[in-house]
């Protein structure tokens, strides 16, 4: 069966600091890869999305940027933390087309101070 | 504007009543999703609903596409305590990227 892992589960860190942030999927090949951000326990903003290794597209401009070394590995990361960055971060995987449905991580709550 | 509204953002009830939330667009879609979440968590997925006018049954969840493909609805039947978190709908408008509403928030109190 597949599973996505997703960690870590909590951050706090500076305002300026990098950040990192790894999702990896079991049991699939080729799958498609997302990152979320929900803000205040509400509707989810698509971050970035990946049809596969090294192809990335970003939906938001931000301090944020995306990369997929491996197929079934999408990470996260930030140069500089700002403070408008803090929220909850969900990583999540489909096959083509989605139609059948995303499945999410359990999320990182990521605290900028 | 949201490509998708939900309604009502929040709803609290006891026990044992019935609800029912809805997820209205002016565009018509090829197929819409239901996921719940809880806390500290990521979104399930509970249902797709693909065809107008389909009605699809999860126990005490009953989901309904509208006619028009413009809407949906889902209602609960005599809710309990573990239907609590936030219900959300979403849609493929193009491609494989999932929009989705800003969800309704539902605490069902024992």
């Known amino acids: 069966s597949q599973t996505i892992h997703q960690w870590p589960a909590t951050l706090v860190q500076p305002v300026g600091s990098p950040l990192s942030l790894e999702c990896t999927v079991e049991g699939t090949s080729n799958p498609n890869l997302y990152w979320y951000r929900q803000a205040a326990g509400r509707g989810l903003q698509l971050l970035f999305y990946s049809v596969g290794i090294g192809q990335i597209s970003s939906e938001v401009p931000q301090n944020l940027s995306a990369s997929r070394p491996q197929d079934r590995q999408f990470i996260l990361s930030s140069k500089k933390l700002l403070l408008s960055d803090s929220g909850f971060y969900l990583c999540?995987?489909?096959?083509?087309?989605?139609?059948?449905?995303?499945?999410f991580g359990s999320g990182t709550r990521l605290t900028v101070v | 504007t949201q490509l998708l509204e939900q309604s009502p953002q929040f709803l609290s009830i006891q026990e044992g009543e019935n609800l029912t939330v809805y997820c209205n667009s002016s565009s018509v879609f090829s197929s819409l999703q239901w996921y719940r979440q809880e806390p500290g968590e990521g979104p399930v997925l509970l249902v797709t609903v693909v065809t107008g006018g389909e009605v699809k049954k999860l126990k005490r969840l009953t989901f309904q596409f509208g006619d028009a493909r413009k809407d949906s609805s889902l209602h609960i039947t005599a809710a309990q305590p573990g239907d609590t978190g936030l219900y959300l709908c979403?849609?493929?408008?193009?491609?494989?990227?999932?929009?989705f509403g800003a969800g309704t928030i539902l605490r069902v109190k024992s």
């Open positions: 979403a849609t493929l408008p193009g491609g494989d990227k999932l929009v």
């Open positions: 999540a995987w489909s096959v083509r087309g989605g139609r059948y449905g995303y499945t």
